[in-house]
Nanobody, 126 residues
């Protein structure tokens, strides 16, 4: 059974940093493309970043470029999202996801992902 478990969320002041982790079990982690999405109250789930099994990275909204970094440790079956210079608009529940093997992978498309974590809350105070 595949499980993705996020951790590292919390309350932080604007300008602060957080590192989210997503630990995966039940799959051959190194063969999966991994993504991070976020969802603020009343809004659609938004693509944040992805890291392919090759290590190539893709970022979503321009607002996170230069502030967020995505990485993976295949030995630990874990993907990370380092978030710096946080702003109140980053407040959301953050979800990690693993892609759908054998299907054409579009990093920013939710349907490209088969497995999702339960999410971790990030709140940035002004």
């Amino acid at each position: 059974q595949v499980q993705l478990v996020e951790s590292g969320g919390g309350l932080v002041q604007a300008g602060g940093s957080l590192r989210l982790s997503c630990a995966a079990t039940g799959l051959t982690f190194s063969t999966y493309n991994m993504g991070w999405f976020r969802q603020a109250p009343g809004q659609e789930r938004e693509f944040v970043a992805a890291i392919k099994r090759t290590g190539d990275t893709v970022f979503g909204t321009d607002s996170v470029k230069g502030r967020f970094t995505i990485s993976r440790d295949n030995a630990k079956n874990t993907v990370y999202l380092q978030m710096n210079s946080l702003i109140p608009e980053d407040t959301a529940v953050y979800y990690c996801a693993a892609d759908r093997p054998g299907y054409y992978y579009r990093p920013s498309t939710r349907s490209s992902y088969e497995y999702w974590g339960q999410g971790t809350q990030v709140t940035v105070s002004s």
